[in-house]
């Protein structure tokens, strides 16, 4: 048996996430019915990083096992069976140990926010036409990285088994274009994480709350005090990092 890595890319509009779930249109679903097609036998698809529904990726993997050598002709097959919204960008033979979700040391995500009316946004960034303090949000991004456990920041019904995340980088940037971005690199994330993290820290920028407010949400570790309120298709999945030298 071989082991492959395949490197996607996607948006989520369309899906009820990334991981396969009964009765849902899911990333891993499309993928592995489009897989069986070309192969001719189930294939089963394992994921570095789950992404919640409507929420997009410039960058995930999948491995999986094959009893044959693979040519890079499956690339272009695939792409022209898959819809178009989902892209493959390359495929790689792996040692046999390899694990994609596992191997895995960091990822990176951005959320975007613009602020004046654009058509051509809709559907890949948050519209919020509001006043914000971006000084007090950038304090508070910095602040986040004081702390490990995250639990007020994740949805309910999870099965992980810790909270304990490291955020390596969280930053607030402001494009030419006026537009907002929060970036945050971690080892891992939890469900909703990102999310609850940007829309708490809106909150914050918008006067609801002040930092000391902030903090005790955080440390009250209890995520009816969070704010998830902000939508999945302003969320990018941008990198899944591995260690150096691993791909080849």
């Known amino acids: 048996m071989k082991r492959y890595f395949l490197e996607l ?82 495929l790689q033979e792996m040692p046999d140990t390899a694990h994609s979700r596992f191997d895995a040391v960091s990822r990176e995500y951005r959320y975007h926010i613009y602020r004046d009316k654009d058509p051509f946004n809709r559907d890949r960034a ?8 971006f000084g007090l949000m950038q304090q508070a991004a910095g602040i986040l990285m004081e702390y490990q456990d995250f639990t007020s920041f994740s949805k309910r019904n ?50 609801r709350i002040g930092l000391h407010e902030f903090r005790a949400i955080i440390e009250a570790r209890d995520c009816t005090r969070a704010d998830f309120a902000v939508p999945p298709h302003g969320l990018f999945l941008e990198k899944v990092n591995y260690p150096e030298g691993y791909f080849n």
């Open 158 to 207: 999870t099965q992980v088994k810790t909270f304990i995340c490291r955020l390596d980088e969280s930053i607030w940037t402001l494009t030419e274009e006026g537009h907002l971005q929060y970036y945050v690199k971690g080892n891992r994330f939890l469900r909703g994480m990102v999310r609850a993290l940007t829309a708490t820290m809106l909150k914050l920028g918008r006067g």
């Open 9 to 90: 890319s996607y948006m989520g509009n369309a899906y009820a996430g990334f991981q396969r779930q009964e009765n849902a249109k899911t990333v891993q679903s499309e993928m592995e019915k489009a897989m069986q097609t070309l192969l001719r036998r189930p294939v089963e698809l394992t994921g570095s990083s789950r992404t919640d529904a409507g929420v997009h990726a410039l960058q995930n993997y999948f491995h999986f096992d094959s009893d044959g050598e693979l040519k890079e002709r499956l690339l272009y097959n695939l792409n022209a069976l898959l819809p178009p919204d989902i892209a493959i960008r390359s």
């Open 126 to 133: 948050y519209y919020f036409p509001y006043q914000l303090d």
